[in-house]
């Protein structure tokens, strides 16, 4: 299992929301987040300004079977894309272990809802 933490664009959240749901992705923890960036260093200019600190971000968290890590990565770089500075960032990690509490199952079974 893979863990994808997204920092994007609040104002892409719906579209990356919907492009989830399409690829049956249905699942995953938000929250507001607020960070640094390497702004300065790179002497971007955002709207006049070297500081894009202020754009409002979201963090999405989503635990995923292997297999379908590189669609939703794939899903995320497309949705969560403008073009402009300060798009956000995807990590990947390894999960070691998964667990749905009502049923005690663990592991690729407890992520998805069985059909
Ligand atoms: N190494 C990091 N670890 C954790 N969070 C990070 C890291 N780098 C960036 N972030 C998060 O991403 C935000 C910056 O996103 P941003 O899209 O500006 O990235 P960037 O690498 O500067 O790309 P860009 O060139 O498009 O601006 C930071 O405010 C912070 O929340
Ligand atoms: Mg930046």
Redesign the pocket.
Known sequence: MKKI?A?IRRSKFDEVKAALHAIDIDFFTYSE???????RK?K?I?RGSSD??F?S?L?LSIVVRDINLQKTVDCLLKSAYTG??????I?VSTIDESYRIRTKEKGDDSLYMKE
Do not use: Q
């Not at 987040?33 to 702004?39: H, L």
């Open positions: 933490e920092i987040t607020f960070g640094v960036g390497n702004e790179k971007e955002f894009t600190d754009i971000r963090s402009e500075i300060g798009d956000g960032k990590f």
